[in-house]
């Protein structure tokens, strides 16, 4: 058996099963912005059964690594370790709150709201920068003054996209995953 083929078999099956996802949150944004918000939220709900199966395959692909790395042996569950964010600016202002999605909101504050809504960026399939709540609970909004900001999930996704908004706007930053253990 190669084992390299089944890491990169797990790779592409959470790769198809992200595209799924970001091509049902789009049809289910058309759907709420036609009107036809009850197929809209029902498409946001099958997103969230496929986002709970997306974490079973990445908590099966990362007990196959362990278990390859321990020989075959069996481990203890595995336990993801919390992190959060830490935004550094160019001018020494550094950004660190209390969880990633509030370091995640309270940056983009400070690369100008409007400045990166003029991006239209998106996050699990939604506008990153929207005047609306989200119609579904299951993700947490951050609200700043009459807006609402929505934080992508994995801390490394908010990590990429901050860097991407930056690298768009040419405002040098330095954002990095760190341990809150």
Avoid: H
């Amino acid at each position: 058996m190669s084992y390299n083929l089944v890491n990169k078999e797990f790779e592409l099956l959470i790769e198809a099963i992200q595209n799924e996802q970001r091509v049902l949150g789009e049809c289910s944004i058309q759907k709420i912005r036609a009107g036809d918000t009850e197929q809209g939220i029902a498409q946001l709900r099958l997103i969230e059964s496929i986002k709970e199966f997306e974490s079973k395959v990445v908590d099966l692909r990362d007990e196959w690594q362990v278990w390859l790395s321990t020989g075959g042996k069996p481990s203890s569950p595995i336990r993801r370790s919390r992190t959060g964010l830490v935004v550094k600016f160019a001018g020494g202002k550094a950004i660190k709150e209390a969880t990633a999605a509030e370091t995640f909101a309270q940056a983009i504050k400070e690369f100008g709201i409007d400045k990166v809504e003029r991006l239209r960026k998106t996050a699990n399939n939604w506008p990153l920068i929207s005047r609306d709540k989200y119609p579904n609970p299951t993700y947490t909004q951050q609200q700043i003054d009459n807006v609402f900001i929505m934080p992508p999930s994995s801390n490394r996704d908010k990590k990429n996209l901050l860097e991407d908004i930056a690298r768009l706007l040419k405002v040098n930053v330095e954002v990095l995953i760190t341990s809150n253990t």
